[in-house]
């Protein structure tokens, strides 16, 4: 008898762009990722295929998008009967909810990466494309989040093709603007010393959405954290420096 490995589970959740979702979003380190691990890629709530167009009790503020989508993929692994998976979670819409789901449910998580700050950092001063919602407004966004734009020419074309029109869908700016709703106030997921499991916070040295010290911060905050930044790298380092990004995941969920 033959006996076959199995590999560890590997959520991903994606960031919290306009128009994301999470196709688009891992399409660059996916099949990779995939030798490894068990991926399971969901749409988070307000994204992709979970945009509501009736919904009329959006949650509001960051720190309540992070706890809904704490519940969503809490939700998921039930649904898959996975006991404990690794997480890996992008910018203020992934990497929030990985911080949130460990805080309330840390024996369903083993480790966990979260990328660009994980929606700890200050709210954008203008709420981005929507308050100019065009082509060339979504190509500025996107540009943004790559150290340089010129080495990827194609792919933000074909995503500003792609999230231009979903960001257009009915019910998607109204979750986008509740999710960066100061009203309620502006704070991570609550309660940052309940993060006990181990946590990798990536950062790109050229971030420009966000700055290193925004992880620097964050980590110092986790009981479990490191931190290492990518030289050469802007917001999306699974874009900048994908297999170095997957290189890098790869030695921390599986020591």
Known sequence: MVETSVKPVLVL?????????????????????????????????GF?????????????GPAAWAQARAGQILRLLDGLESRRVHILGNSAAGGAAALALIASAP?????AVVMGG????TLPARVPFYDEPTRDSMRATL?????????????????????YEQALRPGA????????????????????SAVTRPVLALHGECDRVAPPDV????????????????AGAGHWIHVDRPD????????????
């Open 244 to 255: 170095e990004f997957c290189d890098r995941v790869e030695r921390f969920l599986v020591p």
């Open 48 to 60: 992709g295929t979970r945009v509501d167009p009736a919904a009329n009790d959006l949650p509001r």
């Open 107 to 111: 024996d369903r998580v083993d480790r």
């Open 143 to 163: 540009g943004r989040l790559v150290a340089d734009e010129n080495e990827h020419l194609d792919l933000l074309a074909a995503l500003t093709t792609l999230r």
């Open 118 to 121: 994980a929606g700890t950092g």
């Open 173 to 192: 700016e109204a979750a986008f603007r509740a999710m960066f709703d100061p009203g309620t106030g502006h704070r991570g997921p609550p309660e940052l």
């Open 215 to 230: 992880s620097k911060r964050l980590t110092a905050a986790l009981p479990q954290a490191q931190l290492e930044i990518v």
């Open 13 to 45: 959740l994606h960031g919290g762009g306009p128009g994301v979702d999470a196709a688009s979003n891992w399409r660059t380190v996916l099949p990779r990722l995939a030798e490894r691990f068990d991926c399971v890629a969901p749409d988070l709530l």
